[in-house]
């Protein structure tokens, strides 16, 4: 079955080299309908969960973290690259293909016990949303769920690197 929101996302071949598929998230985006349908079916998937706290890795997590936050009426915790927040921070780093990254959070973002719901825009290997999971679980908070638009199956990211958490994606594809 077709998700409705598939027809806003944009199959770009060859990008950003050759034999990629890429999924573009920015359809949904710049789609007033693409981008309400999304935020209603990300909200939905919340229905029943408590939630203290969205949190996001930059940057096309901002852009759904903080407009679910907004409707929510909670709190939004921005996690970031190195440099990029001015005040005490821990940081998580994680391998990519080619070398590694590092995530930071605010120290004081989160507070022990605080339900917080993670949210990116695409999982794929699992390894930016799993380092932000730990900074939050770091900080004493816990992660109810972990949203995302889409996912690339063929990673398989759900059932090995995020199989403790509870994964909830709208548009799944599947191949990498």
């Known amino acids: 079955m ?9 199959s770009i071949p060859d990008f950003p080299i050759k034999g ?10 710049d789609s007033v309908k693409g981008f309400q349908l999304a935020l209603d079916e990300l909200q939905n998937s919340l229905a029943g969960v408590n939630v203290d706290k969205i949190a996001a890795p930059e940057s096309r997590g901002f852009i759904f973290g903080a407009a679910l936050a907004d409707r929510l009426k909670v709190p939004f915790v921005p996690i970031r690259k190195p440099g990029k927040l001015p005040r005490e921070t821990i940081s998580e780093s994680y391998a ?30 699992g390894g930016t949303a799993l380092s932000a999971a730990k900074l939050i679980e770091r900080l004493g908070g816990e992660v109810s769920k972990i949203l995302f638009p889409i996912e690339l199956e063929g990673f ?3 059932n090995s690197v995020l199989e403790k958490y509870d994964v909830i994606s709208l548009v799944r594809y599947p191949g990498k």
């Open 2 to 10: 077709t998700h409705e929101l598939e027809k806003y996302i944009k």
């Open 20 to 29: 990629i598929l890429f999924r573009d998230v920015t359809g949904i985006l």
């Open 96 to 125: 990519l293909e080619y070398g590694e990254a590092t995530l930071h959070i605010h120290s004081d973002s989160v507070a022990k016990g605080e339900k917080v719901v993670l949210i990116d825009d695409l999982l794929a290997t």
């Open 156 to 158: 398989d990211a759900r």
